[in-house]
């Protein structure tokens, strides 16, 4: 079993070559045609004066936007800066990697153009201005990285306003991987998602999401015991009332859950729990505060790179199940299970929102395809190579927007599932072919 020392240390690698291999490549991504140049009479159809014809088209038909440009296919990804992975404020500029990076995560694993936009501004009637401005442009925004509370009232807002779907991807990404891995991992140990008494340590944008995916799958709030860093949620909690304008969605779960009113910490919050949901902060939770759960417990431990409390040491202390965000340990509870799939779906369909109940259909979707190829304690999610699973939640997600009425264009199953996979395909061999051809250069030694 490998040390913490050792964990540590392989933890810091990809850190040391990012920084050799960002500034050798200028960064992930780049813009290349999707139309032939086989000589320059060619732009007089690309650009002027032919270009002028499906712009008089537009003009008249504005729907016509979609068929003749690439905004069905293209999203926005915005951010302020201000909660850049485990980094915190660290700004726009510095944020811009992080941002680049999702951007490949969507082409490569979805299909879907994604274009980085790091805004200059932390006010979020700014934000929510300036992301408005952009909806001629693209099909979707997938909002990243912004510090709450803002990000509940940006994200309300913006769903509010615009036509085109906004996801946030840290809260609804979050909370749809995670239900699925809950799902299945409840399977194993023979419990009911609306039976189970649930711990929540940590009150971010991360386990709001997903005490607000709990409560769309229909689980009793009265069932959640929710812990943040001041101690257990309740109605006697004066710190959030004062603060109930600006952290609506805590004061909501002080006064929702926690039917039994305990009080207390992270110990008594996990004291009889079936699962925990920790997105809190590494090892904040005590391998022996483990051994107080129930009997076949369930540990999501996501915080990065070191988790609430090591799988191993949950597991001596009586849990059956642990998940993290860890790539390198089994079960990792990765977003980019989810957000490819999604927004290649609603793209397809040309939906103008995402429902609660178009991510429940993703994440049953994620759950089923685990069940399908083999569950097993260690094996609760599918995995990122796995590509198969993105027609899968695509599907899952465009026909749950065709039913409830959210899509401009009505499409089958079977037709969605065979453009995804053309689709993820084309993306792939697009890497694939610029990198043998020498066009992206191999990383140096």
């Known amino acids: 079993m490998p040390t913490k020392e050792d964990l540590l240390a392989k933890a810091a690698k990809p ?15 780049q813009v290349l045609p999707k139309c032939p140049v086989r000589n320059l009479g060619d732009f007089a159809v690309w650009y002027t004066p032919g270009v ?78 300036t992301v408005t401005l952009l909806e001629p442009s693209f099909g979707g925004i997938n909002l990243e990285d912004i510090a709450q509370p803002k990000c509940f009232r940006v994200l309300d807002r913006l769903r509010a306003v615009m036509k085109i779907p906004v996801w946030h ?54 069932a959640i015991v929710a812990c943040d860093s001041r101690g257990i949620l309740h109605p006697g909690r004066s710190d959030v009332e004062a603060a109930r304008d600006e952290f609506a969605e805590k004061w909501r779960a002080c006064t929702d859950t926690n039917a039994d009113r305990i009080r207390g910490g992270i110990v008594e919050a996990l004291g009889g729990a079936d699962v925990c949901l920790a997105f809190s902060a590494g090892e904040a939770i005590q391998p022996e505060w483990v051994k107080g759960m129930r009997k076949d417990a369930i540990v999501f431990a996501c915080a990065n790179p070191v988790p609430e409390v090591w799988p191993w040491e949950a597991r001596a202390a009586g849990a059956r199940i642990v998940a993290t965000g860890r790539s390198d340990f089994p079960n990792q509870v990765n977003n980019s299970l989810g957000f490819p799939g999604i927004f290649r779906g609603v793209l397809d369909v040309r939906a103008r929102a995402i ?81 043998r051809a ?5 990383p140096p030694d």
């Open 355 to 435: 429902s609660e109940e178009m991510a429940i259909a993703a994440a049953d979707a994620l759950a089923d395809f685990a069940v399908e190829r083999g569950l097993g304690e260690d094996d609760i999610l599918p995995r990122m190579d796995e590509w198969e699973v993105v027609p899968r939640v695509a599907v899952a997600t465009a026909v749950a927007a065709q039913r409830q009425g959210l899509a401009a264009l009505h499409v089958d199953a079977e037709r969605l599932h065979a453009d995804a996979v053309r689709r993820l395909r084309d993306a792939r061999a697009s890497v694939e072919t610029l990198f």
């Open 52 to 129: 002028a014809a499906p712009c008089k088209e537009i003009r008249k038909h504005p729907e016509l936007v979609w068929e003749h440009t690439n905004r069905g296919n293209s999203i926005a990804i915005v951010t302020d800066g201000t909660r850049i992975l485990g980094l915190g404020d660290i700004g726009p500029e510095a944020g811009l990697p992080v941002m680049e990076g999702k951007a490949l995560l969507f082409k490569y694993l979805g299909g879907v153009d994604a274009v980085p936009i790091c805004l200059g501004t932390k006010d979020p009637d700014e934000i929510v201005r």
């Open 169 to 222: 991807d840290d809260q609804q990404g979050t909370g749809t991987v995670v239900l699925a891995g809950l799902r299945n991992a409840l399977r194993l140990v023979g419990k009911e998602l609306r039976r189970v008494r649930i711990a929540m340590i940590g009150m971010g944008a991360a386990n709001v999401a997903n005490y607000r995916m709990l409560l769309a799958s229909g689980v009793d709030p009265g």
């Open 438 to 442: 020498g066009l992206i250069a191999p």
């Open 15 to 29: 850190s040391q070559d990012a920084l050799r291999l960002h500034r050798f490549y200028r960064g992930k991504i």
